[in-house]
């Protein structure tokens, strides 16, 4: 192994830089030679590349975002698109890719793995963290204590105006960030794809809550919530109870911003050192995880394919503790 490549691609999330710094430095370490992609799969099929030596890392463990940048590539999803990256790792003697990102990142990784031979390995990066093969993904409890500390602020007018506040949190398809964001901020319901709600369950604990004397109530819903959208709900609510006071606020991107958690800086370091050990062992098409506090390559296959379960015990805990 001589020169590997880093990029980032996908949604941005806090601590992809600290990734990039391990990987960059791990292989210095090593004697390999790093470049850096700027703009994820674009950067690749344009050869839109940096070289990256320990000091071009400096300063960046404590920043949000990716100082690569990143994007959704359109053109690496066409077999033209893949073969121009393919041409410019051959141009430019790149051996491996250590590509960061989401589940999107890692369907394009493996495809271009098993068209081309080029080895990859992927490390997890994304806020929403629904990759398996590991335990938590980076940037995902920054975007955690964002989200709880924007529900702890929304608290104070909830509570102020008497007002019941249907918050929407990220999570495309997943409801990790509304029901751990949800638990520590006191929810009163906690809406996410992998259960079944129903607006009767909602309004059957929105009925119990007044009966308990409760003025006013949080819902936090995840964004991928298939019941209905979060302006719906709240609309429904309110033709159900017309007294309450009803608004909705939906967090957005801030969730994705800000400097990294220190557990996100730790991850990142530990995935990003990890990716490169995978790669020196001869690992490809593999994912680096921290599972139970080891590191640990799952096959990117079953990182796409697979899901981590919600917790049954949180959502229990969820609807005892909600009073
Ligand atoms: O995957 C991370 C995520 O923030 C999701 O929670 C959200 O659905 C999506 O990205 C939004 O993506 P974009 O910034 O491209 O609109």
Same mark, same amino acid.
């Given at each position: 192994l001589k020169k590997i490549a880093v990029l980032t691609s996908g949604g941005d999330a806090p601590g992809m830089n600290a990734a990039i710094r391990a990987v960059v430095r791990t292989a210095n370490y090593h004697k390999i030679d790093c470049i850096g992609v700027r703009g994820g799969y674009t950067g690749l099929i344009e050869g839109n590349f940096t070289k990256m030596g320990p000091r071009s890392v400096s /300063? *960046? *463990? /404590? &920043? %949000? %975002? =990716?100082? &690569?940048r990143s994007a959704r590539s359109k $053109?690496?999803?066409t077999e033209e698109g893949r073969q121009k990256a393919f041409e410019q790792c051959q141009k430019n003697g790149i051996d491996a890719l250590v590509c960061i990102g989401g589940d999107g990142t890692f369907t394009g990784a493996k495809i271009f793995a098993e068209e081309f031979g080029v080895k990859v390995i992927g490390v997890p990066g994304t806020i #929403? /963290? #629904? *990759?398996?093969? =590991? #335990?938590f993904t980076i940037g995902y409890d920054t975007a955690l204590n964002t989200a709880m500390e924007a529900i702890d602020k929304i608290r104070d007018t909830a509570t102020s105006h008497n007002r019941v506040f249907f918050i929407e949190v990220m999570g495309r398809d997943a409801g990790f960030i509304a029901l751990n964001s949800g638990i520590a901020s006191g929810a009163l319901d906690i809406l996410i794809p992998e259960k079944k709600d129903s607006l009767e369950d909602l309004f059957e604990t929105f009925e119990k809550a007044q009966k308990r004397g409760k003025t006013s109530s949080i819902v936090i819903v995840a964004e %991928? $919530?298939? &019941?209905?959208?979060t302006y719906e709900l709240a609309e429904q609510t309110k033709q159900r109870f017309p007294d309450y006071d009803i608004r909705v606020s939906i967090l957005g991107h801030i969730q994705r911003g800000g400097a990294p958690s220190c557990a996100d800086r730790v991850l990142a370091s530990r995935m990003g050192y990890g990716a490169v050990v995978g790669l020196m062992k001869g690992l490809t098409n593999v994912m680096a995880g921290i599972r139970s506090n080891d590191l640990v390559f799952t096959p990117i296959e079953d990182a796409i394919k697979k899901h981590n379960e919600i917790n049954q015990d949180l959502l229990q805990i969820a609807e005892i503790l909600a009073m």
């Amino acid at each position: 192994l001589k020169k590997i490549a880093v990029l980032t691609s996908g949604g941005d999330a806090p601590g992809m830089n600290a990734a990039i710094r391990a990987v960059v430095r791990t292989a210095n370490y090593h004697k390999i030679d790093c470049i850096g992609v700027r703009g994820g799969y674009t950067g690749l099929i344009e050869g839109n590349f940096t070289k990256m030596g320990p000091r071009s890392v400096s /300063n *960046i *463990i /404590n &920043l %949000g %975002g =990716t100082i &690569l940048r990143s994007a959704r590539s359109k $053109e690496f999803r066409t077999e033209e698109g893949r073969q121009k990256a393919f041409e410019q790792c051959q141009k430019n003697g790149i051996d491996a890719l250590v590509c960061i990102g989401g589940d999107g990142t890692f369907t394009g990784a493996k495809i271009f793995a098993e068209e081309f031979g080029v080895k990859v390995i992927g490390v997890p990066g994304t806020i #929403d /963290n #629904d *990759i398996f093969g =590991t #335990d938590f993904t980076i940037g995902y409890d920054t975007a955690l204590n964002t989200a709880m500390e924007a529900i702890d602020k929304i608290r104070d007018t909830a509570t102020s105006h008497n007002r019941v506040f249907f918050i929407e949190v990220m999570g495309r398809d997943a409801g990790f960030i509304a029901l751990n964001s949800g638990i520590a901020s006191g929810a009163l319901d906690i809406l996410i794809p992998e259960k079944k709600d129903s607006l009767e369950d909602l309004f059957e604990t929105f009925e119990k809550a007044q009966k308990r004397g409760k003025t006013s109530s949080i819902v936090i819903v995840a964004e %991928g $919530e298939r &019941l209905a959208s979060t302006y719906e709900l709240a609309e429904q609510t309110k033709q159900r109870f017309p007294d309450y006071d009803i608004r909705v606020s939906i967090l957005g991107h801030i969730q994705r911003g800000g400097a990294p958690s220190c557990a996100d800086r730790v991850l990142a370091s530990r995935m990003g050192y990890g990716a490169v050990v995978g790669l020196m062992k001869g690992l490809t098409n593999v994912m680096a995880g921290i599972r139970s506090n080891d590191l640990v390559f799952t096959p990117i296959e079953d990182a796409i394919k697979k899901h981590n379960e919600i917790n049954q015990d949180l959502l229990q805990i969820a609807e005892i503790l909600a009073m």
